[in-house]
């Protein structure tokens, strides 16, 4: 009994880091940009989320909320942020790390915004169903209908993910930019455009990944919550484990880390609740430096 | 080069002694906050040795300050270590975490290495909860003693703490300077500037990586040593994920390739929360604003800084100054 709930606590887990892992995939391949401002991205459209709970008493109507105002967030980030890093600082010995350096400063600067408009207290979102759970024979699983739930949402917003990029224009236009963007600028595509498109869709799918985190941890939601540190590194983990460059690799990467850390903390300690997702990341990242499904060339980027 | 080493030494032992008059007469706060501005000092010259000459990147230096300040109070407090010799082993202790950090490091280029140190920096505080010796939540104590008798009885503990940390920081950043300037500093720059044409002049790439993360790790744990000692406790919340941000900010403010400038950086970093106090105060805001305006100056500084002066103040006056000489030939 104890193995099926571990396995269905990591596989639940696993899924809402892989839908962190697919916004920062979606950051990379338009920008070769790793945001680690993410995880910040996803608090504030959840706090955006619970004003909508809160006022309307409605998870469903919160969620595409949250949904759009990260999609905005994103979005100006880009056409403010990233269009003047890249016209600024790319000479020099900075020129490497500022990407990196300015996505921290912003991580600082929503995270001290988002605590200066909601306070530092935990804030509480009810979820849609309860996260009691299943009974099965007398045996109370711990896996609920809360869970069953975030995994359907994030199963078909995957569906709806990969479907936009495959059988659409838009999709067609994102993948061209990103694989060739002075070729796609020659067929015309508007690459300016679509990479804010990119962020855009990045900052939707964090902001699913922050309100699923929330319901799905203790319901709580503060500035510096343990839920939010753990889905900043383990976006990130899960997405270099999928090779940052592969939407599937993506997805596998989120499951693979949601059941090794459920797992461990299961059968080797609970106190390793944080160190688990480093060791996971040296020793993948040991084995093949580039992510198991990433290409050779990716680790140069 | 001889004579410009010797004016150099000239140059910190007067450092050192308008430290010493500064230190008589300003009162105990500043003293206390010129400690800090020491410890900052040392921990970012270990991140411009990092970042701005061996061109890697880590946001884990919180956590390696934290390896050297839980080495020297397990040192003073376990062996009984006399207190030079417990900043000793800080540095010890550090350096091999650095070098084993390193030994990965060597093989991961920008966000994976940025990502696997925030990782570290996130997990390793962490690990004071499962050992008993660390002392858990609340940490160790890790006192340094009142000040020699010698010294007289006006002077104060905060005195004697500026006094370590400043002797601790000319010391270290007199080193790292004769490091840079050295055939090993020359060997990073190459690396920085284009590895694989290092590799062809010769250069073990991966060693040399592993030696840069190596020392900054051991100058970052005595910053962490020192960093405790202004504190009185070690403790996992000492070395919060902020921290390797601020230390970041500092190395980016100071102009990351700019070792001098780690003072701007440092005195940057001990200021803004006074000057967001004054704001705070000034436009009369709420306790919320108020604890949060720090983070987001710092914050928004580092944006702005890496937009708008992405190599650092001093780096930016002498770019200005040699287009100028340019434009008048």
Redo the contacts between chains.
């Keep these: 009994m104890d193995l099926l709930n571990t396995f269905l606590i990591g596989i639940t887990a696993g899924t809402i880091y892989a839908l962190m892992a697919i916004s920062m995939v979606l950051v990379w391949r338009s920008t070769r940009v790793v945001n680690f401002a993410q995880a910040g991205m996803a608090l504030l459209s959840t706090y955006f989320g619970y004003e909508a709970v809160t006022r309307l008493e409605s998870f469903w109507i919160a969620l595409p909320v949250a949904m759009i105002g990260g999609a905005l967030v994103a979005a100006l980030v880009e056409m403010i942020l990233i269009r003047l890093l890249v016209k600024h600082s790319t000479s020099g010995p900075i020129a490497g790390v500022a990407p990196i350096i300015a996505t921290l400063g912003l991580l600082g600067v929503i995270r001290s915004i988002s605590a200066m408009i909601w306070g530092g207290q935990d804030l509480r979102i009810v979820g849609p169903v309860s996260n009691d759970g299943f009974t099965i024979n007398a045996t109370t699983l711990v896996f609920s209908p809360l869970k069953l739930l975030i995994l359907v949402t994030v199963l078909v917003l995957m569906l709806i993910l990969s479907v936009i990029f495959q059988k659409t224009n838009i999709g067609l236009a994102l993948r061209a930019s990103a694989y060739a963007p002075e070729i796609a600028r020659l067929s015309g595509i508007k690459v300016d455009w679509v990479r804010t498109l990119g962020w855009a869709l990045a900052g939707a799918t964090g902001a699913v990944a922050g309100m699923f985190q929330t319901v799905n941890g203790n319901g709580t939601l503060s500035p510096d919550s343990i839920e939010f540190s753990l889905l900043l590194v383990s976006g990130f983990i899960a997405a270099v484990i999928g090779g940052l460059d592969s939407l599937i690799g993506a997805v596998i990467g989120g499951l693979v880390l949601g059941l090794m850390i459920s797992f461990v903390l299961m059968y080797v300690s609970s106190g390793l609740f944080f160190i688990a997702p480093f060791v996971i990341l040296l020793t993948i990242l040991f084995i093949r430096p580039q992510g198991v499904f990433g290409a050779k060339a990716a680790r140069r980027a | 080069m001889h004579k410009k080493q010797s004016r150099d030494i000239v140059l910190f032992i007067l450092g050192g002694v308008v430290l010493y008059f500064l230190s008589g007469v300003v009162d105990e706060l500043r003293v206390y906050q010129g400690a800090t501005i020491a410890v900052y000092v040392i921990a970012i010259s270990s991140i411009i040795l990092l970042?701005?000459y061996s061109?890697q990147?880590s946001?884990g230096h919180g956590a390696l300050m934290a390896v050297g300040a839980y080495a020297a109070a397990v040192a003073h407090i376990e062996l009984k270590l006399p207190i030079i010799l417990c900043f000793v082993i800080a540095v010890l202790a550090s350096a091999v975490g650095g070098a084993l950090l390193g030994a990965?490091a060597a093989?991961?280029?920008?966000?994976?290495l940025?990502?696997?140190t925030?990782?570290?920096a996130?997990?390793?505080p962490?690990?004071a909860?499962?050992f008993g010796v660390l002392g858990g939540e609340q940490g160790l104590l890790f006192d340094v003693g009142f000040p020699p008798l010698s010294l007289g009885e006006e002077f104060t503990q905060y005195k004697w703490f500026f006094w370590i940390a400043g002797l601790a920081a000319l010391i270290s950043m007199w080193a790292i300077k004769n490091i840079l300037g050295s055939r090993y500093g020359r060997t990073w720059r190459a690396i920085?500037g284009n590895d694989v044409a290092a590799q062809l002049c010769g250069i073990n790439i991966a060693r040399s990586k592993i030696l840069a993360f190596t020392i900054s790790a051991g100058i970052a744990g005595l910053a962490g040593a020192l960093l405790s000692m202004t504190i009185g406790t070690v403790s996992p919340s000492a070395f919060p994920?902020?921290l390797s941000?601020s230390l970041?900010?500092g190395a980016?403010l100071s102009g990351?390739?700019t070792l001098a400038g780690a003072m701007i950086g440092a005195v940057v970093l001990v200021a803004i929360p006074e000057i967001a106090d004054v704001v705070a105060h000034r436009i009369g805001s709420s306790e919320?604003?108020t604890?949060?305006?720090p983070?987001?100056l710092?914050?928004?500084l580092?944006?702005v800084t890496?937009?708008?002066v992405?190599?650092g103040p001093v780096?930016q006056h002498r770019a200005r100054k040699a287009k100028h000489l340019a434009s008048q030939k």
């Design positions: 970042t701005g061109g990147v946001l990965a093989r991961l280029s920008g966000p994976y940025a990502g696997t925030l990782a570290l996130i997990g390793l962490s690990l909860n499962q920085r994920l902020a941000f970041l900010t980016v990351i390739t919320r604003v604890t949060n305006l983070g987001f710092v914050s928004a580092l944006i890496v937009l708008f992405p190599n780096e």
